[in-house]
């Protein structure tokens, strides 16, 4: 009997969990009988039915997401056509609600396993095992065992007696009895094959449930949070750690809910650091204190990155979506980990929440954005199935897509006409933003605003009047359109501009080909000969290039003149940019990095 796992990701880098929990936990004696197969969502749907038919599976069941609900849909149904006796299974967030209602406009599926599967898929594999060719009646010939939850495994077992599901019995569909919540501890680990996550963002979870009750989410149905012990969160931390795996991301809807239990993590993994591996971690800022701050504080650049949720600035949009936000107090805990300069924070904000029009939306842009997260992401909001929003969008008069993600179309507060501009504003943030490749352009033109969000906002309509969202433009297009739109719409002199460009673009990458608007080195090329031959002042710069000639050394780094301090910028001093009264030699040094920024070291060279 083969009992196939099918997960359609969104994208290969990540993997997923929930199938491999599933067969963990269903224990060694069921190995051979369980096989998990992994697809994306950019797969051709022919590729991923015929991969499935290969595999020639007895029972299928599928992961089943908003983001591949739809695929995930029509694989089954084609399936179905080319195995009609094969049972096809669903289990996942995207089906554990309205069950009936899918099972009737899908009379393909079998059954749907709904809330935490595992000691329900542990139990819905017996009962298919024990009906495979062989045994008599569905009947064991061998002894009955014991499941993890000490119930006894009837010879006879039937779909009606497993707890957990929805499914069709005769011309039925029948609702079994609800599951308690698993405790985390009977859990195994998921990763004993490291080899098989090679290149991979490995999810990982120590807790289950959130103690928050935000109407949009659907951890504000799992009222209680369960924690896996310490110990053993430890040593499959150390497991991580030994592999040298890239990157962790927890999955604890709000990691810091318990203080003891963050410290303690966080204290291992600052203790067992081995220089490569990243954690991600989802936290609500305002609760962090200042010993959690401190611990922080001591990490390695790169081995930490925070994610916040702090989804809107407006306060009655916040006490509406349950959320008790203190913004003053966010915004010093923001301050205080930015001080550290060793971990990557990533800001969230969601349109389309009640009480938030577009103008308010504006204000908590500019709010989040003067925290300078190295991500801000500007989410749109998902009605989701099962969640309290869900209950109240015709009060709140939020219209959203039939299909997923069920993304907000408009509300009483907001357009969709709004919604398409917050879209284009979305777009050019994540260009001119989250890619970080602007950092010293960015601070000088927003002066030129009465804010951030009026800046990308302005910039968004430039893109869409010239045409620039239809294609798809390299980065150094990007740079030469923020230049265009700098010098049409900035109050500094183009000169200003060119320079903050050419600082950020060789900041990271010492490029082959020089940007159009970088000036002409043609006249310094004696000056950085000059250097690069001083072979006492080379090295006292450059320590650590002892097995390099000058000339090796020029081509490994970069050299560039500046007559502003654009090195300054990012600092967001306030102060006007003034010009220097000597031109100075800025050497990029690309061998040493900011592990948090990826940005190359700079030394001031002189004259």
């Not at 009646?137 to 495994?153: C, L, T, V």
Request: aromatic share 12%; glycine share 8%.
């Amino acid at each position: 009997m083969k009992f196939l796992l099918i997960a359609v990701n969104a994208k290969y880098i990540h993997s997923n969990p929930a199938v491999y929990s599933l067969r963990a936990y269903a224990g060694k004696e069921y190995e051979k009988e369980i096989e998990i197969t992994e697809y994306t969502i950019n797969n051709r749907m022919e590729e991923i039915l015929s991969g499935i038919y290969e595999k020639s599976p007895d029972v299928a069941a599928f992961s089943c997401y908003i983001w591949n609900w739809d695929l995930v849909r029509e694989l089954a149904e084609e399936l179905h056509k080319i195995r009609p006796q094969l049972p096809i299974w669903l289990g996942g967030p995207e089906v554990s609600f309205d069950v009936e209602d899918i099972l009737r406009g899908c009379p393909w599926i079998t059954g749907i396993m709904i809330g935490e599967g595992e000691e329900t898929f542990r139990e819905l594999v017996d009962y298919y095992k024990r009906r495979a060719p062989g045994k008599e009646g569905g009947k064991d010939s061998g002894p009955a065992e014991e499941i993890p939850e000490k119930r006894s495994r009837g010879k006879n077992i039937g779909l009606e007696d497993i707890r957990g599901i929805v499914c069709r019995i005769g011309n039925r569909i029948v609702r079994t009895g609800e599951r308690e919540p698993i405790d985390m501890n009977r859990l195994p680990f998921l990763y004993r094959d490291g080899k098989r996550f090679e290149n991979r963002i490995i999810y990982y979870e120590s807790s289950r449930g959130c103690p928050f009750r935000c109407s949009y989410c659907l951890s504000a149905i799992d009222k209680n949070v369960r924690f896996r012990d310490i110990e053993t969160v430890k040593r499959e931390l150390q497991f991580f750690l030994d592999e040298k795996v890239a990157q962790v991301k927890f999955v604890d809807r709000t990691f810091n809910c318990s203080h003891s239990h963050a410290m303690e993590i966080w204290n291992y993994i600052y203790r067992h650091d081995n220089g490569i591996t990243n954690f991600h971690f989802e936290i609500a800022a305002e609760k962090l204190d200042e010993e959690e701050i401190n611990l922080l504080a001591k990490l390695r650049p790169g081995l930490v990155q925070l994610e916040i949720g702090v989804q809107s600035a407006n306060p009655e949009t916040l006490a509406e979506i349950n959320r008790q936000a203190d913004m003053d107090k966010l915004g010093k805990v923001v301050g205080d980990i930015r001080r550290g300069r060793n971990i990557h924070l990533h800001l969230d904000l969601i349109a389309g929440l009640p009480h938030e029009g577009y103008e308010s939306f504006g204000k908590s842009f500019d709010a989040v954005y003067s925290m300078k997260p190295e991500q801000l992401q500007l989410g749109f909001l998902k009605v989701l199935k099962g969640s309290p929003m869900h209950d109240k969008a015709e009060t709140y008069g939020i219209k959203y897509t039939s299909r997923p993600p069920y993304e907000v179309l408009c509300t009483r507060w907001l357009s969709f006409g709004e919604i398409c501009r917050l879209k284009r504003i979305e777009e050019v943030v994540e260009l001119y933003y989250n890619s970080n490749q602007f950092t010293h352009t960015l601070p000088i033109l927003e002066k030129s605003f009465t804010g951030a969000f009026a800046m990308f906002e302005k910039l968004a309509e430039y893109y869409k009047e010239k045409g620039y969202f239809i294609n798809s433009p390299s980065r150094l297009h990007r740079y030469e359109v923020l230049l265009e739109f700098a010098s049409a719409y900035g109050n500094e002199e183009e000169g200003l501009y060119k320079e903050l460009l050419t600082y950020d673009i060789y900041l990271r990458e010492n490029m082959k080909s020089r940007p159009g608007f970088g000036r002409d080195l043609e006249e310094y090329k004696g000056r950085f000969r000059e250097f690069y031959n001083d072979d006492i002042r080379l090295r006292r710069m450059l320590p650590g290039y002892e097995e390099y000639q000058p000339r090796q050394i020029a081509r490994m780094t970069h050299m560039e003149v500046f007559s502003y301090p654009v090195w300054e910028s990012g600092e967001g001093t306030g102060k006007k940019m003034e010009r220097l009264p000597i031109e100075q030699m800025v050497l990029f040094d690309y061998r040493k990095r900011n592990p948090l920024t990826n940005e190359a070291e700079v030394i001031l060279a002189g004259e």
